[in-house]
């Protein structure tokens, strides 16, 4: 496979990085991506004591474990899907190691795998947050519920948007090459007096879905992904909906 993109897939080890490698994966099949792991460990999750001895020697110690870990992850991904994988990992403050991970790697797309949260906000945690404003490129936040699966056509799906609106992302072409048709567009609308409860077919293969802005529209929403089977959902960064709470890989671009 071509590579013309390089994606680096953020992970903190927790149980849903299989579902991320998996969407991960799927991803860079479709748009002939290089793949990137990178990992970044927390000193004071480490060094529980202050003698300077013992620190280094649990830091030794957590060094041999996270290297095998992260093997043994990857490994049999690479193996299935027949994809290599590099991978890193740091000990630090996290923020500043991921910095400094963006900055030598350049990706062009980041993939965080998606959490749960409360926010209001379109996602819920500091560590997605800090990505979104400080890289400018694609982000995949990758959901562990219906996951893009390697060498099958994805269920794509635009929020208050067109193919238009995702035209500018260089692997959109790609993406649609590989989706199911027809498209769907899901739009929320202010102040309407008549919402389209059927799905009204804007181009032979776009198919639109209304819904007027209340206080159930995410539920509405997430019932309407979940009936067309979505699993990778295109959104603007500016978006202000609580698209966290809903059950689907994101692809929030610029």
């Given amino acids: 496979m071509n590579t013309k993109y390089k994606i680096l897939v953020l992970s903190d080890l927790k149980k849903n990085t299989s579902y991320t490698l998996k969407s991960t994966i799927s991803l860079a099949n479709m748009i002939g991506g290089d793949i990137k792991f990178f990992h970044v460990k927390k000193p004071v999750d480490i060094v529980e004591k202050d003698n300077q001895l013992s620190a280094m020697r649990s830091i030794n110690n957590?060094?041999?474990?996270?290297?095998?870990?992260?093997?043994?992850?990857?490994?049999?991904?690479?193996?299935?899907?027949?994809?290599?994988?590099?991978?890193?990992?740091?000990?630090?403050?996290?923020?500043?190691?991921?910095?400094?991970?963006?900055?030598?790697?350049?990706?062009?797309?980041?993939?965080?795998?998606?959490?749960?949260?409360?926010?209001?906000?379109?996602?819920?945690?500091?560590?997605?947050?800090?990505?979104?404003?400080?890289?400018?490129?694609?982000?995949?936040?990758?959901?562990?519920?219906?996951?893009?699966?390697?060498?099958?056509?994805?269920?794509?799906?635009?929020?208050?948007?067109?193919t238009n609106d995702i035209s500018h992302i260089d692997f959109a072409e790609d993406l649609i090459k590989n989706a199911q048709l027809p498209l769907k567009s899901f739009k929320i609308i202010k102040n309407s007096e008549k919402v389209e409860k059927n799905p009204t077919p804007s181009t032979q293969k776009m198919v639109e879905y209304v819904f007027e802005e209340s206080d159930n529209v995410n539920k509405n929403l997430a019932n309407y992904l979940s009936k067309n089977n979505i699993n990778l959902l295109c959104v603007n960064r500016e978006n202000n909906y609580p698209i966290n709470k809903l059950n689907v890989s994101l692809l929030v671009a610029n």
């Fill in 62 to 162: 957590e060094y041999t474990v996270t290297e095998k870990k992260i093997k043994q992850l990857l490994q049999p991904f690479s193996e299935s899907y027949s994809t290599r994988i590099q991978s890193s990992f740091s000990f630090g403050n996290v923020r500043e190691e991921i910095e400094k991970c963006m900055n030598q790697y350049q990706p062009d797309i980041i993939v965080l795998g998606k959490r749960k949260a409360n926010s209001l906000r379109i996602v819920g945690d500091q560590i997605t947050q800090f990505v979104l404003k400080n890289f400018k490129g694609t982000v995949m936040i990758a959901s562990d519920q219906n996951t893009l699966e390697p060498n099958k056509e994805i269920s794509l799906g635009m929020l208050n948007g067109t």
